[in-house]
């Protein structure tokens, strides 16, 4: 399950970095991160479920 989650992680960076066209700004990258810490938020709570 941990696996799954952290793989759908990277897929979803992979593919924010890829729609910036490797051009990562400041704002942007505070973006993604409050992204990153949501969806570690949910990769969590789908643990404790799980």
């Known amino acids: 399950m ?3 989650v952290v793989a759908v992680i990277f ?9 910036l066209g490797g051009d990562i700004r ?3 990258r505070a973006q993604i991160d ?3 810490a ?4 949910l ?3 789908l643990d ?3």
């Open 2 to 4: 941990l696996t799954r």
């Open 48 to 50: 404790s479920f799980g």
């Open 34 to 36: 409050d992204a990153i």
């Open 11 to 19: 897929g979803l960076m992979v593919s924010f970095y890829i729609q």
């Open 26 to 28: 400041a704002p942007v």
């Open 43 to 45: 990769a969590h709570a």
């Open 38 to 41: 949501r969806l570690r938020e």
